[in-house]
């Protein structure tokens, strides 16, 4: 199977907004050991980020909570050193991560607090983020978290809005609401679990820009697993742990590596427009690269794509 060239400009959907098809992820780079496993410095973050911005991708993912704002923070500090051109950042609007709040207000202070770390007056893309976390009726009434987010693009302080979330059937409903320009989900359409395949077919049918994240699943189809028993921040079931290994096993036995087949199956897709892969070490925009680029043959693709768990062991949020 062969790869799209990430560096190759994508329209993100309907936007105008032109992405590389792999884009930089910056959650660990906030420093957030409880839900990847391991700590980022600030020495660390800087050079991984000075690292990644130097190279071929053109879109950064952050977001207001990855590490209360840290990882918004970092990226400000490396953009100024590093100055890439064409530089597209999106980042997320969030709830009050001490109480919980999710209102209108909130959504507009998020969004100021983002603007002030990451040093500039407005965002291409912004999203609202995690609204698994407050009703949906909630979040769509007159002066909600919405349409408050809607205010902020009339203003221009956000070009474009998106949704970034997690459970695909409530993703499903906030991209039907025709609110949004662009979608993101994360670990529901990786080798491991499609549970995100109808939200996608949702989201192509209106035009809209699909960011797909996390294609290794937290880890579990990366290259360097640590023996990780963790599908997307929670405890994975032994199906799927047996179907990673055997995966593994079979990527070695052809020569190929398992996160190079993790990584093409979102690039492949039509559908999606940019894969967002965390890169919080030095050389690992290389290392994507050079996974991106991996000649896969047709049947060992096609083997890989057999050993997928069924159904009932997916997220199927």
Same mark, same amino acid.
């Given at each position: 199977?062969?790869? $799209? ?5 994508? =329209? ?25 496993? #391991?700590?980022?410095?600030? =020495? ?9 911005? %130097? ?11 990855? /590490? ?9 500090? &490396? ?6 051109? /064409?530089?597209?950042?999106?980042? +997320? $609007? ?17 969004? =100021? ?37 809607? %205010? ?19 993703? +499903?409903? #906030? ?46 189809? &990366? ?7 963790? #599908? ?13 290994? +055997?995966?593994?096993? $079979? ?67």
């Amino acid at each position: 199977m062969a790869a $799209v060239t990430p560096w190759r400009g994508r =329209e993100l959907g309907a936007t105008g907004i032109m992405v590389t098809a792999v884009g930089i992820g910056t959650s660990a780079i906030g420093d957030m050991p409880g839900a990847h496993g #391991y700590s980022v410095d600030e =020495e660390r973050a800087a050079a991984a980020l000075d690292d990644a911005l %130097s190279g071929s991708f053109n879109f950064v993912d952050t977001g207001a909570n990855y /590490g209360a704002g840290r990882s918004e923070q970092r990226l400000a500090a &490396s953009i100024a050193r590093v100055s890439p051109a /064409g530089l597209v950042i999106a980042t +997320k $609007v969030d709830r009050d991560m001490t109480t919980g709040y999710f209102g209108g207000d909130q959504v507009l202070r998020s969004a =100021e607090e983002s603007l002030e770390r990451l040093g500039v007056d407005s965002v291409p893309l912004l999203h609202l983020h995690d609204p698994e976390t407050m009703d949906f009726d909630d979040a769509m009434a007159p002066g909600g978290p919405v349409a408050a987010l809607r %205010s902020l693009r009339d203003q221009g302080i956000a070009q474009h809005i998106g949704v970034a979330g997690g459970p695909a059937s409530l993703m +499903k409903r #906030y991209v039907e609401t025709g609110e949004f320009e662009v979608l993101q989900t994360h670990n529901r359409f990786t080798l491991l679990d499609r549970t995100a395949d109808e939200l996608l077919d949702a989201a192509a049918s209106r035009g809209m820009g699909i960011i797909n994240a996390a294609p290794y699943g937290g880890g579990m189809l &990366s290259d360097a697993p640590r023996g990780t028993t963790r #599908y997307s921040y929670r405890d994975a079931s032994s199906a799927t742990i047996a179907a990673s290994q +055997k995966m593994r096993e $079979v990527a070695a036995a052809h020569g190929i590596s398992l996160a190079a087949a993790a990584l093409q199956l979102s690039l492949d897709d039509l559908r999606i427009h940019c894969t967002v892969v965390g890169m919080s070490t030095p050389g690992r925009a290389a290392s994507t690269l050079a996974l991106a680029d991996t000649p896969i043959p047709a049947d060992v693709f096609a083997e890989l794509r057999s050993l997928t768990p069924s159904r009932d062991e997916w997220l199927n949020d």
